[in-house]
C-alpha cells in the first residue's frame, strides 16, 4: 500500500514538538508521575488553539488521529481536566519563551510593523461579567510583527485603556535586535519613542500628527512602498481572529494574556510550514 503524504497537522504537530522540546524540560518536576511529558502537553494546547475547539472535543478527534499520537509518542490520552491544569502551570516565561524559538523558524527581515486590536472577552453571560464587574469588556493585544513573512516577533497585552505611546516602548526594549525599521500609524507619533528607537539603532518610520505644514511636509516624504509595508501587522490581527477567534475563552486575565500568546505560537508554526 502507497504511504500517505505528511499533512499540514502532522507537520505542524511534528513542528510544535521539536519546539517545545527546545523550550522545556521533559517532565516539570522530580515528583512529576511522569505520565505525560510538558512536551505533549504543549503540543496538545497548540493543537487546540489550531483546531480552534475545546479540551473535549480535541480528545475526541484524537482517537481517529494515530499518525498525530504516534508523532509525541502518546500512547494514552489525558483526561480535559489534565490539560487544563498544565496550561495553568506553565508560567507566561515559557510561553514567550516558546514565541522567541517560534521566530527563529521564520527568515525575519527586521521591517517590523507594530499595530494595537481588541480582543472580546465578554464570551461569558451579562450575568457573569456585571457579577464580576468587568468593566472594561475587551483586552488591548499590541503585535510587533515582521512585514515579510508575518510573524509575530511580541506582543504586549493590557485590561486597561493605555495609549500606544505608553505601550511601544518596552516592545521596542525588548526586541533590539530583531529590528532595523520600526513602522507605526499617527498613534505611535511620540518623540521619546523616536529617541528610543535611535538608541538601538532603529529607523523609526512613523507618521507625524499634522498639526503644523511641517508635519505634513515629513509625512509627504515618508517612503511609500516600505511604509505601506505597515498593513501587514493589520493583516496579522485580523489573521489570528478568523482562524482562532476574536474573544478569549479564559475568565482569569492571567490566562487570557497566556491564550493570546499561545495563538501568537502557533499562527508562527503556521507560517513556518
Request: hydrophobic share 40%; charged share 25%; aromatic share 6%.
Amino acid at each position: 500500500m502507497q504511504t500517505l503524504p505528511k499533512s499540514r497537522l502532522l507537520r505542524f504537530v511534528e513542528e510544535a514538538f521539536q519546539l517545545a522540546k527546545r523550550a522545556v524540560a521533559r517532565y516539570s518536576s522530580k515528583f512529576s508521575k511522569q505520565r505525560y511529558t510538558l512536551h505533549q502537553h504543549i503540543v496538545l494546547l497548540c493543537l487546540k488553539v489550531r483546531k480552534n475547539t475545546t479540551y473535549r472535543t480535541l480528545l475526541d478527534e484524537l482517537i481517529e488521529m494515530p499518525r498525530i499520537r504516534n508523532a509525541i509518542n502518546l500512547t494514552e490520552l489525558p483526561a480535559p481536566s489534565t490539560l487544563c491544569k498544565a496550561f495553568n502551570r506553565l508560567d507566561m516565561a515559557v510561553w514567550r519563551v516558546l514565541l522567541n524559538l517560534s521566530v527563529s523558524l521564520l527568515p525575519t527581515t527586521g521591517v517590523a510593523g507594530i499595530d494595537a486590536s481588541g480582543f472580546d472577552r465578554s464570551h461569558a453571560s451579562k450575568h457573569y461579567t456585571k457579577r464580576a464587574k468587568l468593566t472594561i469588556q475587551q483586552l488591548k493585544v499590541t503585535l510587533l510583527v515582521d512585514s515579510k513573512v508575518n510573524a509575530v516577533l511580541d506582543l504586549h497585552v493590557t485590561t486597561t485603556r493605555k495609549h500606544d505611546s505608553q505601550i511601544a516602548p518596552s516592545l521596542i526594549k525588548r526586541n533590539p535586535e530583531t529590528i532595523d525599521i520600526l513602522l507605526g500609524d499617527k498613534g505611535y507619533d511620540d518623540q521619546k519613542i523616536r529617541q528610543l528607537a535611535r538608541q538601538h539603532e532603529i529607523r523609526p518610520l512613523i507618521k507625524h500628527r499634522e498639526f503644523t505644514p511641517l508635519h505634513k511636509a515629513w509625512n509627504a516624504r515618508l517612503d511609500a512602498d516600505l511604509y505601506g509595508q505597515r498593513s501587514q501587522s493589520e493583516t496579522v490581527n485580523s489573521t489570528l481572529k478568523r482562524k482562532y477567534g476574536a474573544f478569549v475563552r479564559s475568565r482569569r486575565w492571567w490566562k487570557q494574556f497566556r491564550e493570546l500568546a499561545l495563538g501568537c505560537i502557533v499562527h508562527n508554526l503556521d507560517q513556518a510550514i
